[in-house]
């Protein structure tokens, strides 16, 4: 029996998958592998995180526990790009593994990774409720938590059904909407609120150690776990062999210099006791600085784009975790 060539292995799961692989179209572009990558990780991990995470390390530091994270993060979204790249079908890793190993510890990742997706989606989907309260003045009632969720997360789910070209369409505008806001609140931070740029990285900023510092990235790693959640749509991008690499790099380049500019904008501008309520870290820590940089009004648009930003990622979450059970299903697994 002649053996066979690690080409040729590649070339013959890459058929296969291929051979599959009929049933979905590709309509993403580069846009939309960077919008809906974004919208993955551009969520909770800076709306709710920044102010647990600072009292978790003890200081105003935590722009470093963001940027180790990324740096952590880095060689896993090379290696899935690369997968992807070989292997560009519906999936993600189930396909990877199953292809690899067999169908017993394929489905066990499959499975897996759906519960992982939809955990993250349903943080997603409780994350937005610490901002609710600052507009239900503005609706006049109050709103039921559980019930809001369930009704979001309905709306979702038809929204995944009509279709991947819809969803982007809906993520686009938040997420470039959400990106500009950002960024154009730090400039405004930074010229008129007087930060104390020293502050982020002033003796004791980073914890009492390094194990607080790598403590504080763990914590925080979460907030890049969409980056990879491009791969399970694979099947439907365009010219993935080139696509797919170059969307999930930029996107984790951008999220990185957003998390980590942003954060150190908030820290340098607004004092630690004001991320404080009850003696508890507070979970709209975006809010808190909108407020303080340009008063009610901002504070009041920042916590609708928190609404809508951690929409967008509940929705990019469902998305992905769908396409685990199809190309399950497809195996007859």
Known sequence: MRPTSPKGILDFVYREVENISDTLERKLGIFSVIIISLSAMLGSGLFVLPALAMFDLGGPGIWAAYLVAALVVLPGALSKAELATAMPTSGGSYVYIERTYGPLLGTITGLGLWATFLLKAAFALIGFSAYLWVIEPLIGFSINIEFAALTLLLILVIVNI????????????????????????????????????????????FGDSWRSLAETSAFVFVSYAGVTKIAAVAEEVKMPESNLPKGMIISLGISTILYCGIVFVMMATVDSNSFLIDGHAREDPIFVFANLVGGPVIGIVASILAILTMTSMALAGIMAASRYPFAMARDNL
Do not use: C, H, N, Y
């Not at 470039?176 to 004791?204: C, N």
């Open 162 to 205: 009509v279709g991947v070209q819809i969803i982007k369409k809906i993520q686009a505008p938040i997420v470039l909407s959400s990106v500009l806001f950002l960024v154009g609140m730090s400039i405004w931070a930074g010229l008129t609120a007087e930060p104390d740029w020293s502050r982020p990285i002033s003796e004791g900023a």
